[in-house]
């Protein structure tokens, strides 16, 4: 998966190669449906399946229904004790687990195949270093299908995005 811009270029590049494919399958289906039909007809049907295509398109659908969430779901790993816990963080709110203020500002969910991508832009600083308050240690795009994309790196803990709600 290409990541070029993270405000939807991606995402929409997708839609429309599933439209492509979904444009190709039609086509094609409607060839063998029609192979016995008159040219007169044959061009009705196809101008009807365009304005059913323009009327109906799934495209500019999908496009908007990539929601936002109000709360995200992350599992901390503390590699000292090897204990996990999932944290709820409200969008917007600094949460401060142990050493680490963490921050969500914004969780989205894309709904465009069986298994949605779930992806959260998460700050986090350690409290422990006092050089400057506004270093932070993760600031960027964190996905649940592949944490290596944008990985958290701490000798401490590890983050994974679990899912948004």
Known sequence: MILKNMIGKNHI?????????????????????????????LNKLFLNVIIFLFLFNPYYVRSET????????????????????????VNGEELIYKDLAIKSMKCTNSEFDDNPEIKAYIQVRDLTITDNDQVYVFNGWMFSSSPSIAPF?????????????
């Open 66 to 89: 990539d929601t936002n969430f109000d709360k995200t779901y992350i599992k901390i790993l503390d590699k000292i004790s090897s204990k996990n816990e999932l944290v709820k963080l």
């Open 153 to 165: 790196d701490h000798p401490v803990y590890d983050i994974w995005l679990v899912d948004c709600y």
């Open 13 to 41: 590049s997708l839609t429309q190669q599933v439209l492509k494919k979904l444009i190709i399958q039609i086509k094609v289906k409607i060839l063998i449906l029609t192979k016995n039909i008159k040219v007169g007809n």
